[in-house]
């Protein structure tokens, strides 16, 4: 790989990192100004519904510029792990559900919060991408092999065709565009666990669907 090609992802990190910050401003000065706007509407009696729907569109979009904003947040800071220390795997899948399968621990090095971060990417983008017509059931596991730490998430949704797989983990990559997203839900899992030494991937669940996995060195 090029020096160049290899600097992309960082560069394109920079520049999230810039527009997130920027952007966050300005857009909590809108967000306010919807809610004045709608309790105003509220205290005024203005019970138009024209006027709520234009006002009930324009949060929704604004919330949904939020979570944009969030997404590049989250994929700037994913590369540098700031608070490293002891973290047990096993506390953090428990935190999704208690009832999830682990082993007793699954100690490694690493940023909880990024880690967390990891785990409920993954399980969020399990759950979204359904078979028509049915809801889509997601399992975690976790467990460790000698020095490896693994966790795996598996859905029985449509899957990921095998030649998607790697292009998925690439910044706003999106193969279903008629999911809301940034296309930067993997890119960041990919930094993050990386950024700890690990890997991860993708391959194909039993009966169809995805299992979406990641390992850590065992601290």
């Known amino acids: 790989m090029s020096e160049s090609r290899a600097s992309r992802p960082d560069e394109l990190a920079d520049f999230a990192g810039r527009v997130s910050h920027d952007l966050k401003n300005p857009l909590s000065a809108i967000t306010m100004s919807l809610e004045m706007a709608r309790e105003e509407a509220s ?11 234009l006002l009930e569109r324009a949060a929704r979009g604004a919330a949904r510029l939020q979570g944009m904003i969030d997404d590049l947040h989250d994929y700037a800071l994913a590369g540098t792990p700031s608070e490293v220390g002891p973290v047990d795997l096993a506390v953090l899948v428990g935190e999704l559900d208690a009832a999830l399968p682990t082993t007793d621990e699954l100690p490694v090095a690493g940023d909880a919060d990024q880690l967390r971060l990891v785990l409920r990417h993954l399980v969020g983008n399990a759950a979204t991408h359904t078979r028509p017509g049915r809801p889509t059931t997601v399992t975690v596991t ?24 790697e292009r998925v983990f690439e910044p706003m990559v999106r193969l279903d565009t008629t999911v809301l997203g940034t296309g930067l839900g993997l890119a960041t899992c990919r930094r993050v666990v990386e950024a700890h030494g ?11 669907g995805t299992v979406a996995w990641f390992e850590l060195p065992a601290g």
Not at 142 to 164: K, L, N, W
């Open 142 to 165: 976790a467990s460790r092999a000698s020095d490896t730490c693994r966790v795996e998430v598996t859905d029985d949704g449509r899957g990921v065709p095998e030649a998607d797989r």
């Open 198 to 208: 690990g890997r991860i991937g993708l391959g194909e669940a039993a009966g169809g």
């Open 43 to 53: 205290d005024l009696g203005l019970d138009d519904h024209a006027l709520g729907s």
